[in-house]
């Protein structure tokens, strides 16, 4: 008998993690992509997070350190060190750095990356608005607390595994 329980709770567990694991997919590969046409949906929100890192700072304004971004987008230092890159390449963002370098690398947003920023943010509002107008507010703001907490306790549980296996989170 217990082990007909242990059966139906693998089964559902498998059935659960297939579904979120669906789910995650098709948000991050679904057509919300195809509103993305001159930039990646990673890149808007390096942008975004740029812009408003930037304004919120009051020791250093206008500049977003590549390790606070980093930890902000939870992308390892390489990861983010090539987005900015690209981006800066495409005259969006500015990197510099303070002194010779050893103080830590900062980037700023152009006014062609607000620009495209602004152009790309009213695209997404206006899609979210009308999502919004049919799903509702208050699920929405409730859906995205649940994610945010969904989100939070499957790190600590990856951070765990890759310890228990003896993996860095920079793999």
Known sequence: MREKILEEERVELDRIANELTY???LMNEGQIRNFFR???IPEYIALQRIASQGEKSDVCPGKTYLKTLSKKMNLTM??????????????LVLWQHDGNGSEGTY?????????????????LREYYRKVMERFGKENLVQLL??????????NGEI???QKDLGMSGEE
């Open 23 to 25: 789910q995650r997919y």
């Open 159 to 161: 951070e765990a595994l």
């Open 145 to 154: 607390e649940l994610m945010k907490q969904l989100q939070s306790v499957m």
């Open 38 to 40: 001159k930039m990646s």
């Open 107 to 123: 980037v700023t947003i152009t006014s062609s990356g607000q620009r495209l920023l602004r152009e790309q943010t009213a695209i």
């Open 78 to 91: 390489h990861q983010t060190s090539k987005m900015v890159e690209n981006l800066a390449d495409q005259g």
